[in-house]
């Protein structure tokens, strides 16, 4: 393995079950970082600084943008949202691998200011399986689930500026998929070559 640590990001529509494929991949990794965002919105019950987000001011975020702390950030409902630099690389520093779960249009910040980041795109293996999922969580009313799906779709058109396709057809698959990308780009000739010894 290199030395150094890589960077991950994953996107993918609302309902594709991102979250729980992550979560099963992070189970059995213990040693891969996925990245915490920091936010100007105020912790929910039950919700810990450092774990769920970073919460700090709206004075201090802005104090990190200007000194380009994120490698992305983005306002939503009067709150700022971003990643910061320093989690990233400390943890890369230590040699582990990290993982951004983000939108597209955050992943293009990353990949413009960090372009050797790997993408990973998961998608469902079909609309209609998207459209299931999303009315199974029962969360949503019908419009909202239609206002989804053409979000979904507009995002999927992003998919083949990505390194990897991931379809989510079950947990285990996907999971087993992001190891072997994982596992691929840490085999990388010109990055190995130095590990040899040809003395």
Known sequence: MSTTGKCFVVSGPSGVGKST???ALLNKHKDIYFSVSATTRQPR??????????????DTFRSWISQDEFLEYAEFVGNF???PKKYVDQAMDEGR???????????????????????????????????????ARGTDAPEKIQK???????????????DYLVINDTVESAVAELEA???????????????????
């Not at 994982?182 to 590990?195: D, G, S």
């Open 97 to 135: 691998d990290v993982i951004l779960d983000i939108e597209v249009q955050g992943a293009t910040q990353v990949i413009a200011k960090r372009p050797e980041t790997v993408r990973i795109f998961i998608a469902p293996p079909s609309w209609e399986e998207l459209e299931r999922r999303l009315t």
């Open 21 to 23: 494929v992550l979560t």
């Open 148 to 162: 989804r799906l053409l979000r979904a779709k507009v995002e999927f058109q992003t998919a083949h500026t990505y």
């Open 45 to 58: 019950p039950g919700e810990i600084d450092g774990v769920h987000y970073h919460f700090i001011d709206a």
């Open 81 to 83: 949202y971003g990643t």
């Open 181 to 199: 990308i994982m596992t691929a780009e840490h085999c990388k000739a010109n990055e190995r070559i130095a590990l040899i010894d040809t003395k």
